[in-house]
DNA sequence: ATGGTCGATGGTCGA
């Protein structure tokens, strides 16, 4: 089971780039995020017509996830549970049924800037509050899967010039304390766990010519619970994605299951 | 040091 995240940046606008990425890449499920689109424009049938189910999690303007999977899914949960008032499209789940059923929670973490202040103290909530799903969710035993932007740059070596992010809301000590909190539930890092050292990003800026200067951060990340780390057989980054025809400013990052 | 690029929107804001 391949199973991938994408910051997509509108899927309106990346369709023909989203398109040609399935096929070329061939995932069994996708968590989208910054779909930038409602659950009625999202264009849903472009998608099935190529053996996905879609489900959305979509808001005006701003934010949305979605889930495309060409396996069957049941139980989708629709929003991060723990604040009744917060309007941000930022979370769906679903339990993706393979050789093996696997809960998939796709997240879009707030980006926190300028912090300090209100939008910083969104961001860490919203941790907190992920912090606790993820607790009630370990208590299943079942493989699980955390895959998303999370705004968060975890280690120095994630970043081409960390220098320029102390103060930023994705490399501040609080947010990379919080997400070190989610690492010591018992979760594993996909990516971390195979592959060391700098160099490897997920995001390079649409500004200042980020991507020919290699100028990127890696903040786009699989959290595994035991159950899933121990079906792991892969996990690689799509960098070349970046170099294509009206890219998404972020690149799918994604993890092969025995499952 | 400064300014720089996108997408959704239609009023600038979020990143």
Same mark, same amino acid.
């Given at each position: ?14 369709? &023909? ?10 995932? #069994?499920?996708?968590?989208?995020? /910054? ?12 998608? &099935?017509?190529?053996? =996905? !189910? ?30 009744? %008032? ?49 607790? /009630? ?19 120095? /070596? ?23 909190? @989610?690492?010591? @539930? ?5 990516? !971390? ?7 490897? =990003?997920?995001?390079?800026? =649409?500004? %200042? ?8 951060? !890696?903040?786009?990340? @699989? ?10 057989? #892969? ?21 092969? @299951?025995?499952?």
């Amino acid at each position: 089971m391949k199973i991938a995240t994408f910051n997509i940046n509108g899927v309106k606008a990346r369709i &023909e780039a989203l398109l040609s990425w399935l096929d070329e890449a061939r995932p #069994d499920v996708v968590l989208l995020q /910054e779909i930038k689109s409602t659950d009625e424009t999202f264009p849903r049938e472009l998608i &099935e017509d190529k053996g =996905y !189910r879609v489900e959305t999690h979509g808001q005006k303007g701003f934010n949305g996830v979605a889930i495309l999977s060409r396996l069957p899914l049941e139980d989708v949960v629709r929003r991060l549970p723990g604040d009744e %008032a917060d309007e941000q499209s930022r979370w769906i789940e679903a339990t993706v049924i393979g050789d093996r059923a696997v809960r998939v929670c796709g997240l879009y973490l707030p980006n926190g800037n300028p912090a300090p202040g209100p939008k910083y103290d969104y961001k860490l909530a919203w941790m907190a509050r992920m912090e606790r799903r993820v607790i /009630e969710l370990l208590a299943t035993e079942e493989p699980l899967v955390f895959a998303g932007d999370y705004n968060v740059i975890p280690q120095a /070596e994630d970043a081409a010039k960390p220098e320029a992010w102390t103060e930023d809301a994705l490399f501040r000590p609080e947010t990379r304390a919080a997400f070190r909190r @989610l690492l010591n @539930l018992g979760l594993t890092e996909a990516f !971390r766990a195979r592959v060391q050292g700098p160099g490897h =990003y997920s995001f390079w800026d =649409y500004q %200042a010519q980020a991507w020919p200067r290699n100028n990127g951060i !890696r903040i786009d990340h @699989l959290l595994l619970s035991p159950q899933a780390a121990d079906l792991m057989t #892969d996990v690689q980054i799509d960098r070349d994605v970046r170099a294509g025809e009206k890219p998404s400013d972020h690149v799918p990052v994604w993890i092969e @299951l025995a499952a």
